[in-house]
């Protein structure tokens, strides 16, 4: 085995010694057991995405404590800003402009370029972002499933579905606010 597998074993092991008191304390401070799932499947992302022979992580169980308190805090905050959506939402662009870009009917090198431009920067977006969150963005918007659809699939409720696709949706804000801008700046 190499250094890096036997650090990520390591990891995980003494990941496995304080799963049950990690999942007991996160547990406590949730509404439901699939808030309670994804931000354990989160800070363990977070852990084995972390750690790094230049920076290694040395107490790993308090480590993902200090993980599990701050993802934690993070979601509460983020369910409270939900309730001023509908603000947010008026400062984000309607999307006409780039939709006009995306799906114009002109087959001109100009518009091919940036549809792939577009395309492939949503495409890294996509592939950097949590696995949660994708799969919810990828089935709603690309797929087709409704949110019950998806729900009796995987066994996940409509409610965390929707947490994970507004998450998701914040993630390709942020990320492509760049390039939109790019792209409509130039109109």
């Given at each position: ?16 010694g ?6 007991e ?24 995405k972390?750690d ?6 040395e ?48 087959d001109d ?46 066994g ?32």
């Open positions: 085995m190499t250094k890096a597998t036997d650090r990520r074993q390591d990891l995980l092991t003494a990941l496995r304080c799963q049950q008191r990690l999942r304390f996160i547990a406590g401070r949730t509404t439901n057991i699939a808030d309670a799932e994804d931000v354990y499947q989160e800070i363990t992302y977070q852990l084995l972390a790094s022979y230049l920076h290694p992580i107490q790993v169980a308090a480590w993902l404590f200090r993980a599990a308190r701050n993802e934690l805090i993070y979601r509460s905050r983020k369910k409270r800003e939900r309730l001023f959506s509908d603000e947010f939402d008026s400062e984000w662009p309607d999307g006409e402009e780039l939709a006009k870009v995306v799906f114009n009917p002109q090198a100009e518009n091919n370029y940036l549809r792939q431009l577009i395309l492939q920067e949503l495409d890294l977006a996509l592939t950097d972002m949590p696995a949660q969150q994708r799969e919810a963005f990828e089935k709603t918007e690309l797929q087709g499933y409704s949110y019950k659809q998806l729900a009796l699939e995987t996940i409720t409509v409610e965390t579905l929707l947490s994970r696709k507004h998450q998701a949706v914040l993630f390709l804000r942020l990320r492509l606010q760049g390039l939109y801008d790019a792209v409509i700046g130039d109109e």
